[in-house]
């Protein structure tokens, strides 16, 4: 709850400043030309514009809908990579059975944990359209780094790389063959989820919809100050603003959900769930990770802040 | 059916008790200024208002629409988790066969079942921001606490605690290859319910859609009293009341179903919904449990009472 | 389609007698006080119930959808445990090789098959609130029938005693550990389906939204026939009856559609259910069961006619 | 595209026929009572209807989005019956190695593949009251069918004949023990599907909402002429009728689509389905099946045209 | 983002030409009637074009909705297909262990990854009625061309092969039986989206729905001009062109998604799609591929461009 009273105002309608703008000049200039002027203008009845306005809630309260479920599933998909997240670290540290504490198992342990974070990170680079390779250096050793350097596919390169490494863990008796399977299984996962994402960044949602709601609202905002004038006088011009910059608020919020992997500050908070899954997986690895990290917690909490 | 009945009227209402104030004297307010004062006032149409009221019911739908399924997913997450460790408890006592009644076996078999119940009410602090540390010392060990003692996500340490004591138990051999990934997969869907409850508690309800609805409401109940004065004369008073107060009763209740862990009365019941997976699993283990736990019951009781 | 022309229409309009009668005099009084006694009365334009009406519409709408979706899903549930316990008792039959014809054997999957009937039936006591134990009593041996005396949850016993069984196939070498973990599975999937039966029984349906439509419905009705009085005069009676009572009678739907599991006979036809599981599993062990238990069926037909 | 094209517009309108007719009668009635007759009659205003129009559109479209789901599920019941019938053959062919070609091992093959045809066959009979013993004759031995011949629930009783000649093939040794499971699993996919379609034939759809529908829809039309005939005279006629009609079309298509196993011409089409995936079974077993079954082909193609 | 702003306008109106066209002439025909002609005509009060606009809108919006899920079950079920082909070349490259680098097991593991992408492009032509033969010949070896050769379901035919190549690779002793089932089931997810596609392609949406939409924007575009004719005289022209075009915009929408294989520029970009798994598995094969295939991508972009 605290979050939500934290939302600036101003940030809210800093969306739709530039139609506000131009709203309230135009109301203002139908009510000039309308009192002082004494132009004619045509009378429209109020009926009109308000039943285009109950057409339009319906149509914009289906969009966002739509909108809102395509944000939900990028949020439902990143929400499964958290959880495969900790059951492939889960798995990696109990299935290998380390008591006699080899350095060799640890090493690769720890080796495919750090994969998985880099995955996450790259999976996050490689939906935002930035340079994936350039995200996962921290996390993956020198000679990981090599073999995907003439990659395209980032992602897809390190999931092959896990592939690589159960196989390892395989021929090397760490895992029996049922446990292979298994993780494969949790791999496949893996890959349905960054499949999922890249469906959601790779389609357009369709134009036309959002075309004709767009020429609706516009139609509506023209005519409805010669509805008003009539009835409210002056007062029309708060009137128009308030219900106009209402439909065109839920239109924005619409647009910003149906693409969630643009790169705004109102996107799905990739980075900061890419972090988080670093901390979790830490704390598994019991790797008590040094206390100057967390100052990157700033990016997380603000990008929750400002979700439209 | 009982449940609905005995829900007091007075907690319905209460959550909206300073909006049914300010709105009785504010339509008090108009119909004195109109009728006394003889100000002229505007006299708005009934045609603006009533329209208005179709386009909130029909956004206000849509919301509570999106916001019960944010609640219902919330309580489906839990009652896997109900599913889920009954099978969990199933699968440790059925796999691990300890006919001969070895004290070993039985000490383990315990010792997992109560970490689940323990790993239940743990999740419920955590995900209300509780101290889960506090939650689970009933349950576990003192062995178990010292290590979970300097981690963050202590649901999440638990989880590791169970997978480490199924590669325990197929070190002793007590279960095979198969029933340690088969017990795996319950973790797995531990893991997912866990990562679900996460992602609805931060991920914060698009805003702007809240916003936007919210001042429509407010600007229909400026607007109703001018338009009902003149039809209802001092009738509009409780009309508006009536009307007005239905419009936040229903908001309300989406805000409250849209966020179900923050620890109000009205969210979802994980405090009951733990102490009965402890029920069950005390019966699955055959623990004749000393009836002075059931005073407790009333919380759940209540807690289902409530349910706004 | 037959079954819906056996539905009595006197049976449809017995759950809102009340409700009519109660109208039909409201009606006839504002009618008579118009027209006979001068009364003046307060004249209301039919814009204000017709648009409340829409509202109303919208928000009846969207609530039986909910109640339907409980509903559904309730029935779905009752559909997978139908198909897990063909499945179950498939499993029984086939994993366990019987070609020699050992008593023994066929005993345990006697025992097992009809402990799976027990469970139907007690699951659909639990979750009516009937005594389980005594549901179950014709298909459980004298032992079981004491090992599940002093439990609270029946159908978590009963899934308990599976999960033994399974061990002693196990240890008997029956079947195989992969079979084991198979049959678990199923196992597993009953759980699922106990757990999500319950969540819907013991979730409340959210009170404020029907109680706001419930009060929208009632100020919708009382001014309904100050509106159409003037228009119709006395043809406003019926007009008023058959309207109002559309909106009590779908009210009523939703009600009933929301609580599948009160034993009324409306709900759920878990009974009905629970006997043609009991039907397929003994056509799955070749036992030609005695038709006189076919005179039960007609509590199956005429559950299924009478829902609402 | 083309499929629709060539629907007969006189066979969409042969479904509401009678409606039309008396609704033509009854309109031109009331014209000829009101010009002719100087029947001074109730003059209703436009009002009533229209909004009466608005809220039966609301929902029969709520309506019609639940029937729909109905029937999609139906079909894709249906669907996963082909891709489940593929993946068993795929399974029965590549996982019983006949590499030297074993005539013992073909017969099993080709034994168990056409009776998964006539499993199909027969949940289409059993689905639509047909007599499910004859829909099989033509692909099942002698042996199998006596087998059945006393049995109700001929698809359960095919599915205990697969689950048999698992058995077999494990015993035999042609599968090994985890491909019985695997194989086992499908045959759990069919019996979910099978339940499924059963769930939907025998839940009738919520009878109140239809019938208040109607009801309404009644209403509606009785009211019409007498608001239209003021405004439009005799042109009320063709307007009542399209109209009206329209909203008794979508009634009945909703009707049609709620109950999608009825064996009407519009239903499900579940033999041309069960021909296809004999289609597909007979390629996968390279039986080059004789080009005189092509004839029956063209069942499928009119019930796919007449989906109304 | 960048995408939408290259549509070209015309484009979207493209589809709409000749509609625009009539609906231009037919209201400045009504216009000159009404005003040089002295043509008395009827005025229609502006409520029955607006509460028929109403009814339209919410008709529409279901129907776009229930043509927006089947599209997006399509986009799904091919985003489905895209994993599991990367999933199926991770369990071929890592499942068979090739430390040895043996030639067989290298061109074997190639066959199959090749093979997996003529599926995907044999899919695509067999979805859209194209001769799948021609579009696999590229991927296959001349023997697989050969065996396909009289075949009319070629992706059902390549299944099989695949089936046989696992078949193969557990003969072997490459794979183990573990893995042979845990490949089996990707090759079932394959048949389902297979088989999910032919479904969404085969079932034709409910054709009296489209219908009735249709007739009742046709009465409305009909009725507009004589509406608006006396309140805004010439200016009737633009405004019914505007409202009508939006309608018919809309439905167009919803024919196009409804059926997304149809070979149209609209529809689901399949082949788009295979041609990134093929640029996707060859990354993962290792095989440099030459970059002179890059020149095909256009087709991918301008087909993502133009989805309506």
């Known amino acids: 709850m605290l979050l939500k009273k934290n939302i600036p105002i ?19 200039a139908v009510y000039v030309a309308h009192t002082y002027l004494n132009f004619p203008g045509v009378s429209i009845p109020i009926a009109i514009p308000s039943i285009l306005g109950t057409i339009i809630s319906l149509l914009l309260a289906f969009r966002s809908n739509q909108a809102y479920d395509r944000w939900w599933e990028a949020r439902t998909l990143w929400g499964a990579i958290v959880n495969d997240s900790r059951s492939f670290a889960r798995q990696v540290l109990t299935f ?21 974070m880099a995955w996450c990170y ?20 020198e000679e990981e780094k090599q ?52 469906r959601i960044k790779n389609t357009v949602f369709p134009v036309t919809y959002s075309f004709y709601v767009h020429i609706l609202v516009l139609l509506f905002v023209l005519m409805l100050p010669f509805s008003l ?25 619409a647009i910003h959900l149906q693409d969630p992997f643009e790169n705004k500050p109102t996107d799905t908070p990739t980075t900061a769930i890419s972090y988080k899954i670093e901390q979790d997986l830490k704390q598994l690895l019991r790797d008590e990770s040094p206390k100057e990290s967390e100052p990157n917690r700033p990016v997380d909490k603000s990008t929750i802040y400002y979700i439209l």
């Open 229 to 253: 004038i009539e009835l409210f006088g002056v007062f029309q011009v708060p009137l128009v603003v308030a219900i106009s910059s209402s439909f065109f608020l839920i239109e924005k919020m």
């Open 122 to 141: 790259s999976l996050s680079c490689h939906l935002r359209g930035q340079n994936a390779h350039y995200c996962v250096s921290k996390y993956i050793t």
């Open 96 to 116: 290998v059975d380390n008591s006699y504490d080899d350095e060799d198992k640890r090493v690769l342990k720890e080796r495919m944990i750090k994969r998985q």
């Open 10 to 28: 101003s940030y809210v309608f800093g969306k739709i400043k530039l139609e506000i703008a131009l709203l309230a000049i135009y109301s203002v």
């Open 147 to 198: 073999s995907i350097d003439n990659m395209n596919h980032v992602p897809l390169a390190l999931m092959d790389q896990h592939g690589n490494d159960l196989r390892l863990l395989m021929r090397m008796g760490w895992i029996n063959e049922y446990q292979q399977v298994a993780m494969d299984e949790t791999l496949t996962r893996f890959s349905n989820a960054m499949g999922g994402c890249e």
